[in-house]
């Protein structure tokens, strides 16, 4: 039986990635082909070479579309079925989504996680922007990419609340576990062939 070839794009240290990547490993039907940063040095490197997963660096460049063409040169050379971002801060343009679908019927593949529950707190520091807003709650968002900022179809949502006196730093490392179970959980679920298809809330 072909698994199912899933390609990690992380710019950082890759906790995400890392779930990802053991995950993957206790499932027959699905495989982490490779992980592709594009910073020299990302935590999330080693964390690919610790558990033997292929990794690649396509760094940051002026041309945006030369940049993105390299990386979609890899996905057609190893054929990827699915590109999981974790962490990945660059947006990706209309013309590469297109592509990629395109090899795949059209259909959107690739998926990104979010800590909050969009469409509240896109982009960057959305757990203290949360936070110092005394919000009751927030929670992650499972999403497919779109060439937005985390604006794509959502297709899971776990929420997190935040528990009285609890700080940010603690309240982080929930929300990072969360992220690691909601994301893994979606894995097993593209391993099982059980894609959701609208929102659907796991806590």
Known sequence: MNKIRIAILASGTG?????????AQSLN?????FVLSDKVGAGVLEKAQNLS?????VAKQSDRREHEQRVLNLLREYRIDWVFLA????????????TFNGWHGG??????????LLPAYPGVDSIRRAFEDG??????????VDEGMDTGPQLMQSRLPLE???SLAAWSVRFHKLEHQTYTQFLELVALGQIPTSPFEET
């Open 15 to 23: 906790s995400n990635a890392e779930a990802l990547m053991k995950k």
């Open 29 to 33: 039907s699905v495989e982490v082909t």
């Open 53 to 57: 997963v292929r990794h690649f660096v």
């Open 87 to 98: 962490g990945y801060m660059r947006l990706l343009s209309l013309e590469f989504l297109q």
């Open 107 to 116: 259909n959107s593949q690739v998926v990104n996680i979010h800590p909050s």
């Open 135 to 144: 919000v009751e709650e927030s929670g992650v968002t499972l999403h497919l």
């Open 164 to 166: 009285a006196g609890e």
